[in-house]
């Protein structure tokens, strides 16, 4: 076996897809510790099936030690850095030769892959039990939950209340309209324009909106955005690389601003385009490439990141039905739903890393 002399050490801060790619593509070329508060990775493109049908969920959560070989990860959070090392919340101290920014968004709940099983399995059952299930958030996340519910329950209520004039509203509105159609059909009741009142001025099975109205129901999940996780980064150098919005300011080559050895990737970073895994997927691969040719020659030419230009995506609809915006046109129907819907992408990412499908 081969082994590296003097290898450079790359810190990675946070194992979602962003980092967990980074890490992946660079264990082999230098020595890589990995950080995230969780022992695995969540391909979230399967979360919203794995609360339908609980046995999807194990393919889903891939334990970091499974597709990392070499390289070390440390359960817990990065706490503080500064221009040569990076504190962690179990009080390690780690210094680094280059390092890699991928805290994505705010994390809550289980650290093990173990609860967070639980933690999917009790949802599923307050979803079976529930005869009204109440969605707040209308972008991709509600949106699939809704069609997931619809398709694998027709029996249940499910009331979806979105805040904007139209779902989805992150693709055209050809897009929108042809998923509010689709869930119509499927019996969804849809609230636009409309709020539900987050400040506990409900109770557990009623909540009030902002129109004055109320909703019952028995169970309910939260589809609205995550912070972006970066308070943590205020207080250091890294502050002045923040945008209003505290996301990371990078380069054309995934740099944070001013920085030779430190790069972001993934929600985190500042770069205009929507805020998807696929293209977190992209940032890894630029990011490790750069990463790999500074080692091996401190002045190399570095790789461009292109950002997307025209917003894409695909939003499945159950397990045979999507909508796609592709650069052609806007589909609704099996054939989009075949590049999505049955696997959601999870054969297709655990391969990428080196995993069965
Ligand atoms: C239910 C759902 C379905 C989705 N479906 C799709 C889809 O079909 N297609 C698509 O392209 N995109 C989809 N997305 C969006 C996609 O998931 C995100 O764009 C993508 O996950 C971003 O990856 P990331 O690694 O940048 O951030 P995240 O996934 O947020 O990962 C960040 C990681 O960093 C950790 N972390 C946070 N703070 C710290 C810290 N201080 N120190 C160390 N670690 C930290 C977190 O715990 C987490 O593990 C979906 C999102 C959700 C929630």
Redesign the pocket.
């Known amino acids: 076996m081969s082994t590296i002399k003097d290898p450079k050490h790359v810190v990675v801060?946070?194992?979602?897809?962003?980092?967990a790619f980074s890490a992946k593509l660079l264990e082999d070329h230098c020595d890589v510790t990995l950080?995230?508060?969780?022992d695995h990775l969540e391909i979230?493109?399967g979360?919203?099936r794995s609360i339908v049908q609980t046995d999807f969920a194990d393919r889903t959560l891939v334990l970091h030690s499974d597709y990392l070989k070499k390289a070390r990860h440390i359960l817990g959070?990065?706490e503080k850095a500064s221009i040569t090392e990076v504190v962690t919340s179990t009080g390690e101290l780690l210094p680094y030769d280059f390092l890699v920014i991928?805290?994505?968004?705010?994390?809550k709940g289980p650290s093990t892959k173990v609860e967070r099983i639980q933690e999917i399995q009790s949802e599923n059952k307050k979803l079976k039990e529930a005869k009204r299930t109440l969605i707040i958030g209308g972008g991709?996340?509600g949106v699939?939950l809704a069609g997931e519910i619809a398709v694998d329950f027709p029996d249940k209520e499910v009331v979806l209340v979105h805040s904007g004039a139209r779902l989805i509203d992150f693709l055209g509105e050809k897009a929108s309209r042809k998923a509010f159609d689709w869930l119509k059909k499927k019996h969804v009741d849809i609230r636009l324009n409309e709020k539900v009142n987050l400040d506990g001025s409900g109770s557990s099975n009623r909540h009030t909106t902002s129109s004055g109205s109320s909703i019952e129901a028995d169970c309910h999940f939260l589809c609205v955005g995550k912070k972006v996780?970066s308070s943590?980064m205020e207080s250091t150098f890294l502050g002045e690389s923040l945008d209003e919005k505290g996301r990371l300011k990078v380069d054309e080559y995934l740099r944070v601003d001013g920085h030779s050895n430190i790069f972001a990737?993934?929600?985190?970073t500042a770069i205009k385009e929507i805020?998807?895994?696929?293209?977190?997927a992209k940032h890894a691969e630029v990011v490790a490439e750069n990463v790999k040719r500074l080692i091996s020659a401190p002045d190399s030419k570095l790789h461009a990141y292109k950002p997307l230009a025209k917003p894409m995506g695909v939003v499945s609809l159950g397990r045979h039905v999507a909508v796609a915006q592709l650069p052609f046109g806007t589909i609704l129907g099996w054939i989009p739903g075949l590049l999505k819907s049955g696997d959601?992408?999870v054969g297709k990412t655990r391969k990428a890393l080196g995993l069965s499908q």
Not at 13 to 19: E, K, P, R, S, W
Not at 35 to 38: A, E, G, Q, V
């Open positions: 801060l946070g194992g979602g897809i962003a980092g950080i995230d508060p969780k979230p493109y979360q919203l959070f990065a991928a805290t994505g968004s705010t994390h991709p996340v699939e996780s943590w990737a993934g929600d985190v805020k998807q895994g696929f293209l977190a959601l992408f």
